[in-house]
């Protein structure tokens, strides 16, 4: 199964895509993915309920949040209410250690987003801050990549051993599934997007958009 | 193929691609006009003192390139909103892209989304956004 981890909707402050033209894109365009998680900035979308248009579409919906640390920004995938009460999602200046370790308490996984970025990925921290604690996977491929980026992203990935995801980062409809993960089985939940993370059996794709 | 009735737009349609006039000239008349005419948009060597990569294309101008894009597909279209987000700066003499796809369409009010997206030779998207516009039925 084919999920592109990383997309925002008009939930993100700068979201441009409502969910339901995703869907439509995907289908119409024949994407070559089953499915995309939806990690809005800053926060949860805890009132949204996508499975409708997930069964309309036969694609796999999910949410999770894309936060913001001293070493950049960060997916979590498995959000819960105990891990919103661990950490306040709108700071923007949350310690990645402390994500990390919620997430490990809570059932939750964090991985890094476009760490190759300047400023907003994590490469740019590692000489201040050092490296990480409890870091095991990054997204090597990112859809708004730009330049060096991604290389720079699985540069790091490779010193330190950490696996990769991929995710389009997409804020507008057309970007949907520009990157994305392959898993061995398939995936219908948060929960079991967690659980096949934690089995580290999945790989990052680059998808060519057919015109 | 110029669009004149909501009739002959279909989802996922992509807009004729178009390649806007980024020379120092065209951005020098344009900042003029506007009464932008700083150095950061006219004078690559002043820019590159502010630490800029080159003289920056105005945002506005920016938007009016992808206004004639549309304009270019739809002449008769009415352009109600242009909403973009700069992920990264456009430098006056280099080549870019503008391209538009269609992502919505109001058959009852003829009101047509179109994604926007501003692309460098190296297909670096470095604006993109979304455009409502509304074409007679």
Known sequence: MILDLHAHSIKSDDGRAKVQNYCQWIRAKEIAIDGFVLTEHRQFDNESDYSPLAAKHGLTILKGAEVETQYGHVLVFGVNDALQAAFDFTNINLRLEQVIEACHANGAVAVPCHPGRKRVGMAAHLEEFGIPKGVTIVEVYNGGSRGEEDQVAQHMADEQGYLGIGGSDAHIVSHIGRCATEFSGDIRSELELVEALQGRDFKALKIKQED | ?137
């Open chain 2, 1 to 137: 193929m110029s669009i004149n009735h909501l009739s002959e737009v279909e989802f996922g349609v992509e807009l004729p691609t178009f390649q806007p006039d980024t020379s120092l000239a065209n951005v020098k008349k344009f900042a003029i006009a506007a009464g932008w005419n700083s150095p950061r948009f006219t004078d690559h060597e002043a820019a590159r003192k502010e630490g800029l990569p080159g003289a920056l294309i105005p945002g506005i101008m920016s938007q009016g390139f992808l206004s004639a894009m549309i304009h270019n597909w739809a002449p008769g279209a009415e352009i109600r909103l242009v909403d973009t987000i700069f992920r990264a700066p456009c430098v006056v003499d280099e080549r870019y892209h503008i391209n538009g796809v269609v992502t919505d369409i109001d058959e009852e009010s003829g009101e047509v989304e179109i994604d926007l997206t501003v692309t460098n030779d190296a297909q670096e998207t470095r604006v993109f956004g979304t455009a409502k516009v509304m074409i007679a039925n």
